[in-house]
């Protein structure tokens, strides 16, 4: 299973953006699906993650203003991102939560204050 991001791109400090991640194939046993973000000089990490079942969670910093939804007829994922900051900064890369589970190329946010 390969994963496509697309989404990224410049914008400014509130505005907002969409991402979406779709999956080559149908990937079977649906698991969890993510978005995690790596930032210039920092650590992956976990930015939303959406169960099977719809249910979610969020890291704290975009908590109201990140939506992950996941639709598996499609195979895809997305993330909406409102009030978008400087801080949001990052490359994207949607991933299915499993052992060796795939990672999607990445897609760049770049928030301009």
């Known amino acids: 299973v390969q994963l496509q991001a697309s989404g990224g791109g410049l914008v400014q400090a509130g505005g907002s953006l969409r991402l979406s991640c779709a999956a080559s194939e149908t990937i079977s046993d649906p698991n969890a699906m993510a978005w995690y973000r790596q930032a210039p000089g920092k650590e992956r990490e976990l930015v939303a993650v959406i169960l099977s079942g719809g249910l979610t969670n969020y890291a704290d910093s975009v908590k109201g203003r990140f939506t992950i939804s996941r639709d598996d007829a499609k195979n895809t994922v997305d993330l909406q991102m409102n009030n978008l900051q400087p801080a949001d900064t990052a490359v994207y890369y949607c991933?299915?939560?499993?052992?060796?589970?795939?990672w999607g190329q990445g897609t760049l946010v770049t928030v301009s204050s």
């Open positions: 991933h299915v939560v499993s052992p060796g589970g795939p």
